[in-house]
């Protein structure tokens, strides 16, 4: 089992940056793929970024490369997403997700993670 809490969501204008922390805890014996995923209402929840856990390996979603940085420091237990640029259409709630079976990057597909956080809101307006 593996739980995970997110933070660090907030409302900031269009062009501002967040940083998101997913704090991780439980029986981790092996390197999950750890990512982040986002979900506005009435829409799919669509994956952004992606690593195992360990690594410097990181895959990302077409719409968010160049703007997005997923990182980690194992020693906290902890994954970041760094959030830059951020637009309008940005605004969504964003969840932490990891599976010790999902080829990171190979799918977006939140029905491949199997461990879910509670989301965190991040809101930009323009």
């Known amino acids: 089992q593996v739980q995970l809490m997110e933070s660090g969501g907030d409302s900031v204008q269009a062009g501002g940056s967040l940083r998101l922390s997913c704090a991780a805890s439980?029986?981790?014996?092996?390197?999950?793929?750890m990512g982040w995923f986002r979900q506005v209402p009435g829409k799919e929840r669509e994956g952004v970024a992606a690593?195992?856990?360990?690594?410097?390996?990181?895959y990302y979603a077409d719409s968010v490369e160049g703007r997005f940085t997923i990182s980690q420091d194992n020693s906290k237990n902890t994954l970041y997403l760094q959030l830059n640029n951020l637009k309008p259409e940005d605004t969504a709630m964003y969840y932490c997700?990891?599976?010790?079976?999902?080829?990171?990057?190979?799918?977006?597909?939140?029905?491949?993670?199997?461990?879910w956080g509670q989301g965190t809101q991040v809101t930009v307006s323009s």
């Open positions: 997700a990891a599976d010790f079976r999902v080829l990171c990057g190979g799918t977006w597909s939140k029905d491949a993670f199997k461990f």
């Open positions: 439980g029986h981790t014996y092996a390197r999950p793929c």
């Open positions: 690593m195992y856990s360990g690594t410097d390996s990181t």
